[in-house]
T-cell receptor, first 114, second 113 residues
Framework: DQQVKQNSPSLSVQEGRISILNCDYT??????FLWYKKYPAEGPTFLISISSIKDKNEDGRFTVFLNKSAKHLSLHIVPSQPGDSAVYFC?????????????FGTGTSLTVIP | DTGVSQDPRHKITKRGQNVTFRCDPISEHNRLYWYRQTLGQGPEFLTY????????KSRLLSDRFSAERPKGSFSTLEIQRTEQGDSAMYLC???????????FGSGTRLTVV
């Protein structure tokens, strides 16, 4: 049962343009969401997070939007850079009651074309 | 602080053999997690420790799998009688109590032949 879904396995974007990565979840108990970035042969690296009490969180070129009613979040990268090429995972947690266990999506492979 | 360390980085083993992986978390982090990632999938939760106590185990963690965290420091994950389906990347992560964000290690890639 996949509680977190990333329906686009890959995305290609021109350098300088906006990258939008999407994520849907099914469990209404999820209250904290993360995005991770992963390069080949490395572990995932934390990118940005958002709590369910917010609908937007911004950190430099990265912005995460949360639409709780639609159970949907998205990651915007603007402007996109070639170094952003990686696999991006979204993850969701129901919080401390579940020991901060995160459920991960299957990832979206982003390619930024110079 | 060198982050979360995992050893070995790669392990090739024959089916039926036992393997053990080690994880050294960030020293001040009292929570430690093990995840498994197979090709084309996101990381899947296996188990987590708060200090030395193993508080939760996934049903993915069959009785061939055992994890320990003696003294609340490093952790080991042992797989007995390995099967080809155990081939995966095994990721360790740690976090301080009350902090949602994990820091992952680089993982141990297991190949069972």
């Amino acid at each position: 049962d996949q509680q977190v879904k990333q329906n686009s396995p890959s995305l290609s974007v021109q350098e300088g343009r906006i990258s939008i990565l999407n994520c849907d979840y099914t469990n209404s108990m999820f209250d904290y969401f993360l995005w991770y970035k992963k390069y080949p042969a490395e572990g995932p690296t934390f990118l940005i997070s958002i709590s369910s009490i917010k609908d937007k969180n911004e950190d430099g070129r990265f912005t995460v939007f949360l639409n709780k009613s639609a159970k949907h979040l998205s990651l915007h990268i603007v402007p996109s850079q070639p170094g952003d090429s990686a696999v991006y995972f979204c993850a969701a947690s129901a919080g401390a009651n579940t020991g901060n266990q995160f459920y991960f999506g299957t990832g979206t492979s982003l390619t930024v074309i110079p | 602080d060198t982050g979360v360390s995992q050893d070995p980085r790669h392990k090739i083993t024959k089916r039926g053999q036992n393997v053990t992986f080690r994880c050294d978390p960030i020293s001040e982090h009292n929570r430690l997690y093990w995840y498994r990632q197979t090709l084309g999938q996101g990381p899947e939760f296996l188990t987590y420790f708060q200090n030395e106590a193993q508080l939760e185990k996934s049903r993915l963690l069959s009785d061939r799998f055992s994890a320990e965290r003696p003294k609340g420091s490093f952790s080991t994950l042992e797989i007995q009688r390995t099967e080809q389906g155990d081939s995966a990347m095994y990721l360790c992560a740690s976090s301080p109590w009350g902090d949602y964000g994990y820091t992952f290690g680089s993982g141990t890639r297991l190949t069972v032949v």
